[in-house]
Every structure is written in structure tokens, then in C-alpha cells.
């Protein structure tokens, strides 16, 4: 299945360096440091999420694929274009590396009870928040997935592990994210780890993924009003490299320059290989580095911000206006709408080792709390729960925005929620979910077909390995 445990390498700028090992032994976890140095590790493949963020994106209406030519990442193309299947190299790689990160927690999960310390239950919280977060991503995806707690997934295990319905691999994540939420605390002296905050945040978007509304509001509401979590005053320092792990962010991957990695593994560097892949492509000028221009935002995205609102120019890069106003130099790409993805495309000043394209050090926002806000709105107000508490959540961000207050109740304040979201978090590979979740893909996103397109097919190679007993994800 390819998701072997790798070497225990150091996932954050914050986090020590670990050496590597080859803990496939039960002579490991013998003290409270062989623990520390499995869980940096299973942190390690939250790095390798960048693709699910690029991918995220460029399968919605927000982005289209772009790169240097019509042949440039084929995976990509094929998304874009909804024509993609189960051969999709970038979609293997997606469904190998997040089971990866599973067989990474469930390392810590079945040798769990071997030695005793102070502060395992951190530990073990931090550990379960993670497998949660991997298996997050792959029900997204991939719908039903093979559910395997607390043992490795080994070579030969696939002959008798199925598929598992994803409301049951959905309960076990809300279990795994309940345990970190009461074990974890507000706050982390290494900064990065997962806190309880985070662990609830991530909690209540699980729950409105299936429509809980009232569980979901609860649990995003608790984080509201308990959590250390503000929004930033200056938005346009949002996403700078050196405003990582913010007064906003709930949740970040933690990026760092300190190991590069080529094309031949990208996921074997310790930077966002993102950024790089969203870069402006042979830009010579101020501020910005070069990228291989992926990603690019539509003319439909930057139309559907508001007048006056302060986000656009943060989140939209207009290049042809930076050109003229600096007198810039680019070249265009394939697919090239005159804009980028400003939030995640490289800055000078960033230090890099390399090939500066795939380690950039800066920080992945995944879970902000103006997020959350709008997630509690949502599920205020679907929920018919209380659409007074629900505006009120979603003016705070309106407002950081610079725009006027919402008045609207009902499914008029459900159409506001839903745009919201998406100007707030275009680039931030969350769009393409919830249009799937709310069902309003089919009308929005070109190519998408209706019973096929809300899920991705499983890997050819992972049916075939299980001597084709899995079905595939219909329409595929």
C-alpha cells in the first residue's frame, strides 16, 4: 500500500532536530523521548499536505491549473478539468502520503500502553488529533476508506482489510478528536503542536462535514468564547512568513527551509512546496521570487469580492497592475489569467536550501479563527439554531473586511455565509468541499458530474493490490 513507517525526521522550525531511525522494532518506545521522536515523525507528513491544499483548490471553480503547458503535472490538468482517474499519479500520491501519516500515529497507538510517563495522555492526544486529520483528509477525498486503529498497516494486511463506510471512519475520528480535545491544553510551549483549541476546531468542522449542526455549533462556539483566538486587526499580514502561528491561527503545518527535496520526492521536504508551485512563472522585480505558476485564480474568484474589501488585494495578486506600477517582469504561463494566489506564492527574503521552489519556509494557515467563525455561522444558521448569533459571527469577519454588516436571516444569510467563506478562504484549498458538502458543485464547477465528481477514484494500484476485492468510488 505504500505506506511503510519512514525515518522520524523533524517536522517544524520549532521542534528539535531528530536523527533518523528505523524504529520498526518492538524494542522501541522504551522512554518518553522514543515517543517524542514517533510523534515528530507522524507530525512530519502533515508537510506533505501542500498537495492536497493545490489540489483542493484547482479541482473548484476558484483556480485553474496552469503550469508551463497543457502536459505540465497531467494530474493536475485532469483535475481541473473534472476528466481525472483512478491512474492519477497525483491522486496516489495524495491517498499514499495520508495514509502514511495513519500508519505513522498508529505506530504510537499499538505500542501506546508499553511505558508510562508524565504527560503521556499529551501525548497520545496529540497522536489521535493527527490520525484524525490524515483520515479527515482521505473521507474528503475518497469517501469510504479502510479503517485500521492502533496497529500498523503492513504489506499483506490489505487481502483483509475492506473499504469501511465513511460514517463509521467519521466516528472514529470524532472519538480520536474528543480524547485530544479533554487531554490537550490551551496552549503549547512548542509552537506548532496541536492544542485544544485546535482539537475542538477541527471537531466542529468534522461535525458540519455531516451536517451535525447543533453538536457542531457547540463544539465551534466553545472554541469562540474559550479559545486564546482573535482576528488580526492588519489582514495584509496575514500570510507573511514572518506572521506564522498568529493570534488567528487555531492550526498550522509548520514549514521550515532546513531540508530541501526534489522532484523525485516532494514530499520529503521540510518546506511548502506550494508556494514554489504557485509562484509567478520567470518574475524578475520586488517583492515576489519566481514559481511555476499553477493555481491561478479566475476572473469569476476576483469578481466576487466586494467593493472595498480590504482581502482582495492580499489574496490577488493582479499581475499585469504589479507590472505596470513596478515595472515587473514575467512570463506567462499556460492557462494565464493575469492573476496568482498572493496568500502562497514566494517573497524575497525567504530563506531557502535547495531548490528555493520547494522549500519555502512559510506556514500553511489550515485552520484560522475566522474559519471557525464562519463555521459557526453556517451551522447557527442551517441549523436553524439562531440566526442572530450566526450574523454576529459572520460580521466580525465582514467587518475585519471592511464591509457593511449583514442583516439577512434564513436562506438569504445561508447564500451570504457561502460567499463569505469562499472570499475569506479563497487559495486555502477549501472551496471545492464545500461546494461538494452543501451540494452545489454540479452548478458551479465545470465538468462536474453529479453521483461521480464528489468523491476521487481509489488508486488503480491499491484496488489491484488487494486482489481487486475493493469496488471502486462510482462513475470511475
Known amino acids: 500500500m505504500g505506506i511503510m513507517l519512514a525515518v522520524l525526521i523533524s517536522c517544524s522550525d520549532d521542534f528539535i532536530d531528530v536523527p533518523s531511525n528505523d524504529p520498526n522494532s518492538e524494542e522501541f518506545f522504551n522512554s518518553e523521548k522514543e515517543y517524542q521522536d514517533a510523534l515528530i515523525g507522524a507530525y512530519d507528513m502533515l508537510q506533505s499536505t501542500y498537495i492536497n491544499v493545490l489540489m483542493g483548490e484547482i479541482a473548484s471553480d476558484n ?35 495520508m495514509y502514511a501519516g495513519v500508519n505513522r500515529a498508529n505506530f504510537i497507538m499499538e ?57 463509521q471512519v467519521y466516528a472514529q475520528i470524532e472519538e480520536d478528536l474528543q480524547f485530544a ?5 490551551a496552549s503549547q510551549a512548542d509552537i506548532g503542536r496541536i492544542t485544544k483549541g485546535a482539537a475542538q476546531a477541527l471537531l466542529g468542522k468534522v461535525l458540519l462535514y455531516q451536517e451535525k449542526f447543533n453538536e457542531s455549533a457547540n463544539v465551534l462556539e466553545s472554541v469562540i468564547n474559550t479559545g486564546p483566538y482573535s482576528l488580526l486587526s492588519d489582514y495584509s499580514t496575514m500570510f507573511e512568513n514572518d506572521n506564522e502561528n498568529n493570534a488567528e491561527s487555531v492550526f498550522e503545518v509548520q514549514y521550515t527551509d532546513k531540508e530541501g527535496a526534489g522532484f523525485g520526492c516532494l514530499q520529503c521536504s521540510e518546506g511548502n512546496v506550494a508556494v514554489g508551485f504557485n509562484g509567478i512563472r520567470s518574475y524578475s522585480g520586488p517583492l515576489f521570487e519566481s514559481g511555476f505558476s499553477f493555481n491561478v485564480p479566475t476572473q469569476e474568484v476576483v469578481d466576487e469580492f466586494e467593493n472595498g474589501d480590504a482581502r482582495k ?37 525567504d530563506l531557502n536550501t535547495g531548490d528555493a521552489n520547494l522549500t519555502n519556509p512559510n506556514n500553511y494557515r489550515s485552520i484560522r479563527f475566522a474559519d471557525v467563525l464562519l463555521m459557526a455561522a453556517e451551522a447557527l444558521n442551517r441549523g436553524g439554531i439562531d440566526d442572530s448569533r450566526a450574523r454576529t459571527y459572520l460580521n466580525r469577519v465582514r467587518l475585519r473586511a471592511g464591509l457593511p454588516e449583514v442583516t439577512s436571516a434564513g436562506s438569504t444569510l445561508t447564500t451570504a455565509i457561502y460567499h463569505e467563506r469562499r472570499v475569506e478562504l479563497v487559495g486555502e484549498g477549501h472551496h471545492f468541499f464545500d461546494l461538494v458538502r452543501t451540494n452545489r458543485a454540479a452548478g458551479q464547477i465545470d465538468g462536474f458530474v453529479p453521483g461521480k465528481n464528489e468523491l476521487f477514484p481509489i488508486p488503480a494500484i491499491e484496488i489491484e493490490l488487494t486482489g481487486n476485492r475493493w469496488a471502486q468510488n462510482p462513475g470511475y
Request: hydrophobic share 40%.
Open 313 to 349: 488585494s492580499i489574496a490577488i495578486l493582479d499581475i499585469d497592475a504589479w507590472a505596470a506600477l513596478t515595472g515587473a517582469t514575467f512570463v506567462t504561463g499556460y492557462e494565464h489569467t493575469g492573476y496568482y494566489n498572493r496568500k502562497y506564492i514566494a517573497r524575497q527574503g
Open 63 to 97: 483556480t485553474l491549473a496552469g503550469g508551463e503547458s497543457a502536459s505540465d503535472v497531467p494530474g493536475f490538468q485532469q483535475i481541473d478539468d473534472m476528466i481525472h482517474t483512478p491512474e492519477n499519479v497525483q491522486l496516489r500520491d495524495l491517498w499514499g502520503w
Open 111 to 167: 505500542f501506546k500502553d508499553k511505558t508510562d510517563f508524565t504527560g503521556k495522555n499529551e501525548v497520545i492526544g496529540q497522536t489521535r488529533f493527527l490520525r484524525a486529520y490524515y483520515y479527515f483528509e482521505l473521507v474528503k477525498w475518497f469517501g469510504d476508506v479502510p479503517l485500521v486503529v492502533d496497529k500498523r498497516i503492513q504489506f499483506g494486511d490489505q487481502f483483509d482489510v475492506d473499504r469501511t463506510p465513511k460514517a
Open 181 to 185: 480535545a479533554d487531554n490537550l491544553p
